[in-house]
């Protein structure tokens, strides 16, 4: 025969008997009865809390059997927890002498079938079951809910690391999406503080936690999106603190991974605790295992920041000066070679390529000319011996021909000849020391007729010869200063 429920009204026993002379006076006089209510003094807490566990007892006797899914799983000796669903939650507690005869590891989200009584524990104020066995009932309606959603969402892209993008290394502004008074919101901003500030924060409220958790999150992310280019982010911070399954779940709806995903920001999250992974931390652009963790990625370190340009500026300041010192080398090795230190013994070389050069261009049109005149005489020696008149008209005529022929040629060898000598004569013209002194420069010779390369062989009273353009200039070094680097 089914129970019926449980009617207080019905109640029996001395804590819920009216302190009254019967009901007979109750009901024929109400203000008497009230007059005697008031009278009666009121009720401690403690006196409170045993008239509802004797109601828990009349109402609920004896043993029961329910369904749920576990969730804050909480053990040490004894085992703390949830039993939920959906639309409701009730405390549970299992201790040590029954958990040992569990033959499965309790855990958050796992469904369970209990058999146990019911418990008003008054010193905390919790309604709770005491568990007197427990039986797995397969896996938990949230965790299987998150499965089938992490499956569609894997289908359509969602979480591939292709679609992720990167945020700036130094984000100058950085929009916070979370709860007001959350503690995540406090983590984010010691971190801030912690990491010398180096960006701005504005905060998008919304709420974290409930039914309408999801839409209100995604909203912010648009919010955040759209607010540019009044407040142009670079990227998003989505934080919440830990909490039990059901207090994250926000986190594994479609609305809130879909925003992610559209969003134009990057979105970098931190929800709950190391253990947590929800579905938007898919999906993010980045995720750190908590709100502390997330804003550490985000935000710069001024302090590692100026290291590491003090660091940067010290390896500039020594390429600066390698390069300085390469050139000065450079420039010693140059003013060392001998056209120098002395330009005219330079030309001397030049000018003899150049006057040989000449004299084989000569030679050549001579021997040319020769072997012409050779051959000239030739045609004509066999003209002669020939004599008919018209070959010899004829003959007269090709070697007229070939003699005019042979002079064009000579002529025109004789140009590129002369023109080539000419062409060496003026590059070496160019390259004489004389041709840059003309140009201003001048060279300072010592006493011992070398050059002075550094102050230090020109201590005042030393007299020196300053070789210009069209001759010489002789001074004595007065006073003297060494540039400086």
Known sequence: MARKPFDPSLAQGALFRQQSAGPEQGSTNDASSDARAAAVPPMTVSALAARIK???????????????????????????????????TIGLVMFARELSRVGFEPREGLAVIVRGRLDFYGPQGKLQVIAESMEPDGQGDLDARKRELERLFRERGWFNAERKR??????????????????????VLNVHRE?????????????????????????????????????????????????SKED??????????????????????????????????????????????????????????VEELAVRAADLDRAVRDALDACSLALERLTSRPVMQSPAAAIVPAR???????????????????????RLAAIEARLARL??????????????????????????????????????????????????????????????GQPVRSIDRAPPGTELSTVVADGRISSTVTSREKEST
């Open 54 to 88: 004797e109601a828990l007892r009349l109402g609920v006797p004896g043993s029961f059997t329910v369904r749920g899914e576990l969730g804050r799983v909480s053990r040490s000796q004894h085992l703390y927890a949830t039993l939920r669903e959906q639309e409701a």
């Open 387 to 448: 004599d008919p008149g018209a070959r010899q008209a004829a003959a007269r005529a090709r070697v007229e021909d070939a003699a005019r022929r042979l002079a064009q040629a000579t002529a025109r060898r004789t140009e590129r000849a002369t023109a080539r000598v000419d062409l060496v004569a003026r590059q070496l013209a160019a390259l004489s020391p004389t041709r840059v002194l003309e140009r201003g420069y001048s060279i300072t010779l010592g006493a011992d």
């Open 166 to 187: 990167a945020w700036p290394r130094v984000p100058r502004h950085v929009a916070i999406v979370t709860s007001e008074g959350a503690a995540a919101l406090q983590d």
């Open 195 to 243: 990491r010398g500030r180096t960006c701005r924060l504005t905060l998008v409220p919304t709420l974290v936690q409930g039914d309408r958790a999801a839409a209100e999150v995604a909203a912010a992310i648009e919010r955040a999106n759209a607010a540019s280019p009044s407040l142009p982010f670079d990227c998003i911070l989505l934080v919440r603190g830990g909490g």
């Open 248 to 305: 994250l779940w926000a986190f594994n709806e479609a609305a809130i991974v879909e925003a992610i995903v559209k969003s134009r920001l990057p979105v970098i999250t931190g929800i709950g605790h190391q253990i947590d992974v929800s579905l938007a931390d898919l999906a993010a652009d980045g995720t750190a295992a908590t709100p502390s963790l997330a804003a550490a990625s985000v935000f710069a370190d001024r302090a590692a920041l």
């Open 352 to 374: 003899a390529r150049v006057d040989g050069l000449a004299a084989r261009a000569q030679l050549a049109a001579r021997r040319s000319a020769s072997e012409l005149a050779k």
